[in-house]
């Protein structure tokens, strides 16, 4: 799989990691093993999963000693079936076991994301794509949705600056304090119509028919019911057939595959980020 990260984030991610683990010293470790003793290890799957977080795993080691040899036998985005050796390490005693509890850690929670990712591109079977959204851990935004990524998945905006996306509390901040919301909203488009892509969330059909007057790139449904769904999906058809559904809200499995009755563009799920469950991962000395 031909995705990258960039190597200087990575050093960021890793350092802070490795300070936070090491602090002064594995104080356990210089006291047992020889600082010239080098050994073998191997990282292992221990159940099946989606491979994410080699290159991330590879640079803890790195920072701790240089000269470790690091020998991937799989790529980030790989399906690997349980007790697979993903890598083969070889170098200083000290800095593997010193490295271990971080590189695991990273690996298990990225393949965690990029597995349950994987779960709901499955589900879609083609008919829609599936986004993640904001709802990330803070400081590893980056990591995850590099993640969803390798999972199959597709990113949506990463920051505010990216794009507009008009939530319901922006609706309800204009209601509440009486400012003229669909004078607003129309100055906005006409401000940044040609520099981003302007996205409106609607809760209900009232707010579908608000949206309608914006003509914006991309409708969000979010926590509708399957009839109102299928109502403002033929009112968005009729009236902007090139704007973009996006589906989200409360979305399980069951959810999922109902919606492939739909015409929709995709999916957002923040739950890929927030609740996938990490990957168990084992590193064995030979």
Sequence with gaps: MKLKLDREKIKTFVKLALEEDIGEGDITTENIIPPTLKIKARIIAEEKCIICGLPVAKEVFKTLDRRIRWRAKVSDGDFVKPKKVVVEIFGSARAI??????????????????????????????????YDTRKTHPGLRYLEKYAVLCGGGKNHRFQLDDMVLVKDNHIKVCEIYRLPI?????????????????????CNLREVKLALKINPDIIMLDNMSFAQLKKAIKIIRKNLPKTKIEISGKLDEQKIKKLRKLDID?????????????????????
Aim: aromatic fraction near 10%; proline fraction near 0%; glycine fraction near 6%.
């Design 97 to 130: 076991l010193a490295g271990e509890r971080v590189a695991l850690n990273f690996l298990q929670h990225l393949s965690g994301i990029a597995t349950y990712t994987n779960k709901f591109v499955k589900l879609a079977n083609g008919k829609f794509e599936i």
């Design 182 to 202: 669909e004078e607003v909203l129309y100055r906005m488009k006409q401000r940044l119509d040609y520099t981003t892509d302007v996205e409106i969330e609607c």
């Design 266 to 286: 995709f999916v957002s799920l923040g739950k890929i980020t927030h609740s996938a469950k990490d990957v168990s991962f084992t590193l064995e000395v030979v």
